[in-house]
């Protein structure tokens, strides 16, 4: 009988792999260390510990940002440009975190009962190492891509995103153009029956404010309170929603709106109905 063995190829891809976790862990650990809490956010310190992985890589990552302490660092690699480029996003700054209610320190970075600890790891710097590293990877492996990767490490995103993400978009939009983006997770492993469960998020909810305005025609008297509320009613009335959420195994009643004026639509433009 003739013993089979693992091709040569493929233990060489796992070991590579097993590395490749390894120095993940490792600079997540590094990155948890470096205390971006915003306010006030000090991010740079965290862009530049990136921007040495990148530039390591054989990269040419740019530090940049309106002030010098709030800096986020982009890097790009080149694809042959047959698509327009995916882009990996992560925030850097994370909120504050009361120690006395961690039980390890929060900017420690130690690894306890077999997790990772910290302030930021999973919201998001997991992420940024994560995209750092795997794009080091590829740069090594000269990796032909039908299209550019490039990664993004946000400053500000916990406060606002002027001094990250909005900024960027202002001053650098083609620095961080792309057709699909990857950025915060939109859920968490979830175990069911022995089997893994991995929740993508392709969307998001936000807040669209809607001023209405009243005016009766042929130059009437202004409207009572009942003549505004019969006039706008129908309209709430066929706007809202009303169903039933689920949450840590209970059932609750839900409510909302669920149509507003599409936000990227230009001002002016949007769909009447």
Same mark, same amino acid.
């Given at each position: ?7 040569? /190829? @493929?233990? !060489?891809?796992?070991?590579?792999? =097993?590395?490749?976790?390894?120095? $993940?862990? *490792?600079?997540?650990? +590094?990155? #948890? ?20 992985? /990148? @530039?390591? !890589?054989?990269?040419?990552?740019? =530090?940049?940002?309106?002030?010098? $302490?709030? *800096?986020?660092?982009? +890097?790009? #690699? ?196």
């Amino acid at each position: 009988m003739t013993a089979v063995t693992e091709e040569p /190829l @493929a233990t !060489a891809v796992r070991s590579a792999d =097993l590395e490749l976790g390894e120095q $993940a862990v *490792r600079h997540l650990q +590094a990155l #948890l260390r470096i205390d971006t809490t915003n306010p006030p956010g000090n991010e740079t310190p965290a862009a530049e510990y990136l921007a040495d992985l /990148l @530039a390591a !890589a054989g990269l040419e990552p740019a =530090l940049l940002g309106p002030v010098a $302490a709030r *800096r986020s660092v982009v +890097a790009r #690699l080149r694809g042959r440009g047959d698509k327009p480029p995916l882009l990996l996003s992560a925030h850097l700054d994370v909120v504050p975190a009361d120690s006395t209610a961690w039980r390890y320190p929060p900017f420690e970075g130690g690894i306890h009962d077999g997790y990772l600890w910290g302030r930021g790891a999973i919201d998001m710097k997991h992420m940024a190492v994560m995209s750092t590293v795997v794009l080091g990877r590829l740069a090594a492996e000269k990796r032909s891509l039908g299209r550019d990767v490039i990664f993004a490490g946000i400053a500000d995103e916990e406060a606002g995103c002027d001094q990250g993400s909005r900024w960027l978009v202002d001053y650098h939009p083609d620095r961080v153009r792309a057709e699909y983006a990857l950025g915060e997770a939109g859920g968490f492993t979830h175990h069911f029956g022995g089997r893994a469960l991995y929740p993508v998020q392709v969307a998001d909810v936000c807040i669209y404010c809607v001023n209405w305005g009243f005016r009766l025609p042929g130059g009437m008297n202004a409207p009572t309170r009942p003549e505004i509320a019969d006039e706008f009613g129908p309209w709430l009335t066929r706007m809202q929603y009303s169903g039933q959420g689920y949450k840590d195994g209970e059932v609750f009643n839900t409510f909302g709106i669920v149509f507003v004026p599409d936000p990227y639509q230009p001002r002016g433009q949007e769909k009447r109905r």
